[in-house]
């Protein structure tokens, strides 16, 4: 079965640190997703890219998330500086639009200490 | 904005059991509805989709409906088992713009 591969697994980190996080999305899928997931807030979107053009980042905080899609087999997420709220779960999907829905990598488990 | 709602948040049911899980939805303009499950410090793993113009979705003792004109979808799940407990979620994909958006889950615990 095809997958999408998130790396790294888990991460522990200092804050004031940079983090980057990446994604592997499955050949030939259009759409990416970023979501971070926590006990308190459940899934929240974060940013997602059709065709590697970003469609919506207006859930990250600007100052310190940024996303990219420098091509099509890889999805960036960073943290800049990071922060201790920042820990959570962070999950990327990818799918085609309106065809066969998402498949969800295995996450990265970030803990801002 | 598309707005979903799962209800129960949580629900317990002996073994055996069938079991109705609901999820409601405020924008019927939907390419889609996916059913997803969770366990504990894992990832999603898709369950079914159902498409727009699609009534229902079966695979094995899984079966998911879909009522637009109402605004909801139900996920049917036959003669529990133990290994069925996890959370479940709904998550529509809208017409404007492929927004994936996600209920906040009905966490099943299935006792033997």
């Known amino acids: 079965d095809a997958r999408v591969t998130q790396t790294p697994r888990h991460k522990v980190t200092e804050m004031g640190q940079e983090v980057t996080m990446r994604c592997q999305p499955i050949?030939?899928?259009?759409?990416v997703f970023w979501y971070r997931q926590t006990m308190m807030q459940g899934l929240e979107l974060l940013a997602y890219?059709?065709?590697?053009?970003?469609?919506?980042d207006s859930g990250m905080p600007k100052d310190r998330f940024s996303a990219e899609m420098p091509d099509a087999t890889l999805a960036t997420l960073k943290i800049q500086p990071s922060e201790p709220r920042d820990s959570a779960v962070y999950f990327c999907?990818?799918?085609?639009?309106?065809?066969?829905?998402?498949?969800f990598g295995s996450g990265t488990r970030l803990t801002v200490v | 904005k598309q707005e979903v709602t799962q209800i129960p948040a949580a629900l317990s049911v002996p073994e055996g059991e069938n079991l109705v899980l609901n999820c409601s939805f405020t924008?019927?303009?939907?390419?889609?509805l996916q059913w997803f499950r969770q366990d504990p410090g894992k990832g999603l793993t898709s369950l079914l989709l159902?498409?727009?113009?699609?009534r229902e979705q079966t695979s094995g003792r899984l079966n998911a409906s879909l009522d637009k004109s109402s605004g909801r979808s139900t996920l049917y799940i036959a003669a529990s088992q133990p290994g069925d407990s996890a959370t479940y979620l709904c998550?529509?994909?809208?017409?404007?713009?492929?927004?994936?958006?996600f209920g906040e889950g009905t966490q099943l615990t299935v006792n033997p």
């Open positions: 999907a990818s799918g085609l639009r309106g065809f066969y829905g998402y498949t």
């Open positions: 050949l030939g899928h259009n759409t």
């Open positions: 890219f059709r065709n590697r053009a970003p469609l919506d």
């Open positions: 924008d019927s303009a939907i390419y889609n």
């Open positions: 159902i498409q727009s113009s699609q």
């Open positions: 998550a529509l994909e809208s017409l404007q713009g492929s927004r994936l958006t």
